[in-house]
């Protein structure tokens, strides 16, 4: 390749080496090889039942049996595990040479939901707004859409003053080459140095301190706004909201603020507010149904052929990040290699050492670059660029499916009303869409609120059926994690997809704190990802039938097997007590060559596991951290999403998003000092805690029972406990130190009693198995 066509490239995908790495890769298969091939021996000289080989056979057949099937299924995990994280790529992007190139830059539809005015204060919704519409970016070429499912007034008042105040801030922010947008980061240290005389410093301070005053007042009038008093204004500017139930209400649009209104001087997007129609009488599909309701009304009013999506406490914490994206969704020949393009999921003020597991940090930089090295990373709900295009359903130009062709071309009006339901409107931009080169697709109307009434159409809740939406177009129904399931049908349409990952990083958004929260984001994820196995987009046959390539079906699956995890690793956890009740044993004594098997796996996997972290610059707190609450997860979450689901599948219940709770900070600061603290596991009486108390508890018993039994030396004459079983226990214990903490702390920080008694029921029976003879 010439060094010149080189330089005008806006993106160069960098395959990244990991020549060491994929040693122990493979030293790791290895020793589970062994394992299972050494187990797999003893079980068969136990039918076999020679007399020779009854010294080597194990005492506890079934106990042998119960773990060759686990670690059985931890070589699959590790295989499909390698595949995925064997080639890595990074994408390096050059906005810079967009410079030259800036009146081919296509519109960009920002989507920004929201469910709850409770959990999810306006404040933190307001700075990631503020943050998006500052983007550097032609202001002209930005819409900003925000969902709000809570119906919420206060919500609804909070973006009115945010599009108030953006008149200020971002203006101050392009002035002054402003870094992280979102104003409470920006505020939250003191003034920043500038370059120039001391009158110009002067100058700056005056300018700064003046708006940081406006900020506060911004965030006042929004923390003191009552929903009751706001319905009830003379001005009748929330008359809509009067007797809204947010369960039960029609549909609010307001144009908060209309660039394409204002004139050309006025450098500031577009920003509308939208409350769907909601009914009791039609399911709303949670946030897939939100982002459905965006993508029609979006397309009614600006019908960019981008669209950014970003959860409401996800701030843009790099300025250029639309210009980043534009490098990849521009930059290669063939758009195919850009589906969509995905920032990795970062936080803000995250606590340190990652005390709840839930930063996700070598997920991203191990198994995220190296699904962006196969077909292309997933799509993670938030921080992603999509085409229009691809979410309307249109495969990419190469490949060749019959049954996907009449979406090429030019679909008739009747096709188009079957996939994209009744609107004339709506109808007319999927055409351009469609049909459209980037560009083609123009803005449908110059003034925005001369196209409410046709927005307000496709926002009701009945416009979707019969129609393809939540199916081929749009945000896909049917998972509570609609977000890997819709990237996961972009992928088997053919497309590939990139990962956007600028310095500084793209989004910044807030990570659950406190035991119940981490584990009920962990529990619904899980859910949603056994949804997608047990239902028709189960991606084996999305690899047999449509166009997911084989190594990016393994690369979902080592996602979606984290709720089928669990039972696997409960059985495997509760061997080790087992045996030291039941006097039994499931590994080889310290004194057998054998016992070098497991001994080494343990050693090695741990120190992968730990070299991991340290090569993504964490602390061996944070790898502690994570292994830990890693077991944790997967007793609780995992095991209660693996369970939620058998029960829907059985018809006996529903599954439901449930909202994380947002942090709001940088009000009042929650000091450094109690950091101990902050990362302390909580509890409530919620039915996650209950499996993983109850082994808790039971591995105390069992150390308590076996320690007693060797002390008294009533063991079995070679059949009973070894080190190996002793050892097991320990470790579990150390895992699971916050729960022994939770036996005996108070408050939060205690386990509650109900919770305590089902797990003494719990361990009172199995104790009782155990010894049963
Ligand atoms: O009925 C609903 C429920 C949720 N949301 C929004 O969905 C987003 C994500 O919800 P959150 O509670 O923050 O979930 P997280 O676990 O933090 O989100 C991750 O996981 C979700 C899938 O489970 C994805 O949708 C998200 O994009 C991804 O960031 C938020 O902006 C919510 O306001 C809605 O708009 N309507
Ligand atoms: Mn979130």
């Not at 077909?375 to 060749?400: L, N």
Request: aromatic share 10%; with cysteine.
């Amino acid at each position: 390749m010439a060094a010149g066509a080189a330089k005008l490239q806006l993106q160069e995908r960098a395959p990244l080496p990991r020549t060491a790495w994929k040693l122990a890769d493979l030293a790791v298969l290895a020793l589970l090889l062994a394992l299972l091939a050494r187990r797999a021996a003893s079980l068969l000289a136990v039918s076999a039942g020679g007399a020779a080989a009854a010294a080597a056979a194990p005492a506890c057949t079934w106990c042998w049996v119960a773990a060759l099937v686990c670690e059985a299924w931890f070589t699959f995990v590790w295989l499909i595990t390698v595949s995925t994280k064997w080639s890595p790529v990074r994408f390096d992007t050059h906005p810079e040479r967009l410079a030259q190139r800036s009146e081919e830059l296509p519109a960009v539809d920002v989507f920004v939901t929201t469910a709850d005015p409770k959990l999810e204060p306006p404040a933190v919704t307001v700075n990631t707004v503020l943050s998006l519409l500052a983007l550097d970016y032609p202001a002209g070429k930005l819409a900003c859409y925000v969902s709000d499912d809570g119906c919420s007034p206060a919500t609804c008042f909070a973006m009115r003053e945010a599009a108030e105040f953006a008149r200020l801030w971002v203006p101050f922010c392009r002035k002054h080459g402003v870094g992280v947008r979102a104003p409470f980061v920006y505020f939250s240290s003191g003034v920043p140095p500038v370059r120039g005389g001391a009158a110009a410093a002067d100058e700056f301070r005056r300018e700064w301190t003046a708006m940081k005053g406006e900020y506060e007042k911004l965030v006042s009038r929004i923390e003191n706004a009552d929903e009751e008093s706001l319905v009830r204004r003379g001005d009748g500017e929330f008359a809509e909201f009067v007797g809204a139930d947010r369960r039960d209400h029609p549909t609010i649009i307001k144009v908060l603020r209309d660039n394409g209104k204002e004139g050309d001087g006025d450098g500031i997007p577009s920003l509308i507010y939208i409350s769907r129609e909601k009914s009791p009488r039609h399911p709303h599909h949670f946030k897939a149904g939100a982002m459905n309701v965006l993508t029609r009304v979006s397309g009614v009013l600006t019908n960019a052929p981008i669209m950014l999506n970003v959860d409401c406490d996800m701030f843009a914490n790099n300025p250029q990040v639309a210009l980043h994206a534009m490098c990849l969704l521009l930059g290669f020949d063939d758009e195919v290699h850009s589906g969509f393009a995905q920032a990795p999921q970062k936080f803000h003020g995250a606590l340190r050492d990652d005390p709840f597991g839930n930063q996700l940090e070598v997920l991203y930089e191990k198994l995220g670059f190296g699904i962006a090295g196969l077909q292309g990373m997933f799509y993670g709900g938030t921080g992603c660029f999509h085409r229009r295009k691809v979410i309307y359903g249109v495969p990419p130009e190469s490949t060749a499916d019959i049954q996907t062709t009449r979406m090429r071309g030019s679909p008739s009006y009747k096709e188009l009303q079957k996939m994209f339901g009744s609107s004339k409107e709506l109808i007319e931009s999927a055409r351009s869409t469609i049909s459209g080169e980037m560009l083609a697709a123009a803005p449908m109307a110059d003034d925005l609120t001369s196209r409410i009434d046709a927005a307000k159409e496709v926002a009701a809740c009945s416009y979707e059926a019969g129609t393809n939406w939540g199916q081929e177009v749009g945000w896909v129904y049917g998972s509570m994690t609609e977000d890997i399931l819709t990237g996961q049908r972009i992928h088997a349409a053919g497309w590939r997809s990139a990962l956007l990952n600028p310095d500084p990083p793209a989004f910044l958004g807030g990570a659950p704190t406190g035991g119940p929260a981490s584990l009920t984001q962990y529990k619904r994820w899980a859910t949603g990802l056994l949804e997608i196995i047990l239902s028709r987009n189960n991606p084996i046959l999305l690899c047999i039938t449509k166009h997911l390539e084989f190594r990016q079906c393994l690369a979902y699956l080592v996602i979606y097997v984290w709720p089928l995890r669990a039972p696997f690793e409960l059985c495997y956890a509760l061997l080790g007590p087992y045996c030291l009740l039941a006097n039994q044993s499931f590994l080889p004594k310290a004194s057998e060559p054998g016992f070098m098997v497991p001994l080494a796996l343990f050693l090695t996997y741990n120190a992968y596991s730990l070299a991991e972290y340290m090569d993504c610059r964490l602390s061996a707190r944070a790898w502690w951290n994570n292994h830990r609450m890693q077991r944790i997860v997967s007793s609780s979450a995992w095991l209660l999403a693996f369970l939620t689901v058998v029960l829907k599948t059985l018809g006996l219940s529903e599954t439901v998003f449930e909202v994380t709770r947002k942090e709001q900070q940088g009000d009042g600061g929650a000091g450094a000092g109690d950091d101990a603290d902050q990362g302390r596991f909580t509890f409530d009486s919620s039915p996650v805690f209950v499996v993983p108390t109850a082994l808790t508890a039971l591995t105390l018993v069992a150390l308590a029972v076996g320690a007693w039994r060797a002390v008294a030396g009533v063991s079995a004459a070679g059949g009973g406990p070894g080190a190996g079983e002793f050892a097991c226990c320990g470790w579990l214990l150390l895992c699971f130190w916050p729960f022994v903490r939770g036996l005996a702390g108070k408050g939060s920080y205690g386990i509650p009693w109900s919770v305590k008694i089902k797990a003494a029921l719990m361990v009172a029976a199995f104790v009782h198995l155990c010894t049963r003879n």
